[in-house]
């Protein structure tokens, strides 16, 4: 199972309260990861990626492992330790301003 930690707006929006559990496929990628958070909560469709392009939104960046995966290709693997449970995909709103 894959975990998932969405922003507080995209819990609130997904009606969860922490992290969520998804059965993804191999090989697990950023795609597929969005896919099935997007299958699984529907209402988060267009929200974090563009619904017809599917490309991540602006101010959206995708963390595991202590590392930016926001610029990396989405059919990319993610890192094992995602893949496997042991470490959550994070989606996080960035901040802008000056």
Do not use: N
């Not at 896919?35 to 619904?51: C, F, Q, S, V």
């Not at 995966?69 to 470490?87: C, I």
Request: glycine content about 8%; some cysteine.
């Amino acid at each position: 199972m894959i975990r998932v930690t969405l922003p507080t707006h995209l819990r609130t929006l997904a009606q969860v309260s922490g992290p969520v559990l998804l059965q993804v496929d191999e090989p697990v990628t950023q795609r597929a990861i969005l896919d099935a958070l997007e299958a699984a909560h529907p209402m988060l469709r267009g929200t974090i990626r563009d619904k017809a392009s599917k490309e991540r939104r602006p101010f959206i960046r995708f963390f595991a492992c202590g590392e930016d995966l926001s610029h990396e290709p989405t059919d990319a693997p993610v890192p094992s330790e995602v893949a496997e449970g042991k470490e959550p995909f994070r989606i996080i709103g960035a901040m802008a301003g000056g």
